[in-house]
């Protein structure tokens, strides 16, 4: 049974700092996705990541994944207020269904 | 192009009442989800529609809990009789393929008391 962790689970940094969330995941897992969700709004895309030793960036995120450690990051540099929310990471085995992390919860304080 | 849409985005109802969520996916899409989040845990998945067929329904957590998707466009997912460890929030998400990224809605919060 394919079981994800994350942490930590809760977060709290200044604005400027960079810091890496971990995403662990028990048995193989061909699709690693990071998602963002804002307090009562959806869970919004953020990466999708297929292959061992992919490296996404977009603006101060970027993930990467290595399935040889079962293991996801999702790094924040120079980090800002507005990103403040709840980072969740799901892996999926082909075939099956995402199974999701517990979620981050990122506060970023001026 | 319009995103996942869910109704309503809150519910209120006592238990043993019934309540009926609504979900419209993406035009296009063939694969629908439901999930929930229960009091701050883990989002669950509960079951997977192609089209109108259910591919997996693994995660549905006892038989008071019915979904549909007639005609393969918008699904609905059933409660009855309501309990109150069902309260949370239901995400609806759809995708095109199974292997892609799912887009999510923004949840109905139901809340049985």
């Known amino acids: 049974e394919l079981k994800v962790e994350q942490n930590p689970l809760f977060l709290s940094m200044q604005e400027g700092k960079n810091y890496t969330i971990y995403c662990n995941y028990s048995?193989?897992?061909?699709?690693l996705y990071w998602y963002r969700q804002d307090p009562g709004k959806s869970l919004e895309s953020l990466f999708v990541?297929?292959?061992?030793?992919a490296v996404k960036q977009e603006g101060r995120l970027m993930a990467s994944l290595d399935t040889k450690a079962r293991l996801s990051t999702l790094h924040i540099t120079a980090a800002v207020h507005d990103l403040s929310a709840t980072y969740f990471c799901?892996?999926?085995?082909?075939?099956?269904?995402?199974?999701f992390g517990p979620g981050t919860r990122l506060s970023v304080l001026p | 192009e319009a995103g996942v849409t869910q109704f309503p985005s809150h519910s209120v109802i006592e238990k043993g009442q019934t309540v009926t969520l609504r979900c419209d996916p993406i035009?296009?899409?063939?694969?629908l989800y439901w999930y929930r989040r229960v009091m701050g845990k883990e989002i669950k998945f509960l079951l997977h529609?192609?089209?109108?067929?259910?591919?997996?329904e693994s995660g549905m957590p006892n038989n008071r809990f019915l979904a549909e998707r007639t005609g393969g466009t918008y699904s609905t997912l059933k409660v009855q009789p309501a309990e109150l460890e069902d309260s949370g929030v239901y995400f609806c998400?759809?995708?095109?393929?199974?292997?892609?990224?799912?887009?999510f809605g923004p949840g109905t919060r139901l809340t049985v008391t």
């Open positions: 035009s296009g899409h063939d694969n």
């Open positions: 048995t193989t897992s061909d699709r």
């Open positions: 799901a892996a999926a085995y082909y075939g099956q269904n995402f199974v």
């Open positions: 529609f192609v089209k109108e067929s259910k591919q997996d």
């Open positions: 990541l297929l292959s061992n030793g």
């Open positions: 998400a759809s995708s095109q393929e199974q292997i892609y990224e799912q887009y």
